[in-house]
């Protein structure tokens, strides 16, 4: 399953980088307090001398899983975000690694912005989802789909909330 999405932010492209997407703090704030998530826990963040970033983070999201999932998940699921960030290109590509099914569970996706002028920019990620578990796999990439599109509507208020704070 191919997952686009738009998210209009008004900041600048080094501020989003850099102040926002970058900031531990804010990372944390927004897994925490606007995802509400169980827990995030930064395991890696390293800066090379050309700018690029290696980022491995590991969360678990709350919410009810579907029941006719439960059988097949459990009843939560923790993932590791493994990303690297091209200074070159300005590109985050990233890998969801999940605590089930890793082996059948393939989460991929990379994410640009583009300058739009006047503090005006355009976040983009496209990501794949690929579930290969006999009977449900469609099942459950539409689940997961959700909860990405879903996750990403309230990160970008949160991240305008973020930028207006005081």
Not at 5 to 19: A, G, K, L, Q, S
Not at 38 to 59: A, P
């Amino acid at each position: 399953m191919h997952i686009e999405m738009t998210h209009r932010i008004y900041t600048d492209v080094d501020t989003y980088w850099n102040d926002v997407f970058f900031n531990v703090a804010f990372t944390k704030h927004l897994y925490l307090d606007k995802l509400n998530f169980k827990s995030f826990e930064l395991v890696r963040f390293d800066v090379q001398d050309d700018g690029s970033i290696r980022r491995i983070i590991r969360t678990e999201p709350r919410g009810e899983i579907p029941r006719h999932l439960r059988r097949f998940i459990g009843d939560s699921i923790c993932y590791v975000e493994d990303g690297e960030f091209d200074a070159r290109s300005r590109r985050w590509r990233f890998t969801l690694i999940p605590s089930h099914f890793a082996d059948k569970v393939s989460i991929t996706g990379e994410m640009k912005v583009i300058d739009r002028g006047n503090r005006v920019l355009d976040r983009v990620v496209n990501m794949e989802v690929r579930v290969n578990v006999m009977g449900m796999g469609r099942l459950i990439e539409s689940f997961v789909g959700r909860l990405i599109r879903e996750s990403y509507d309230s990160a970008t208020a949160f991240t305008h909330d973020w930028l207006n704070r005081p």
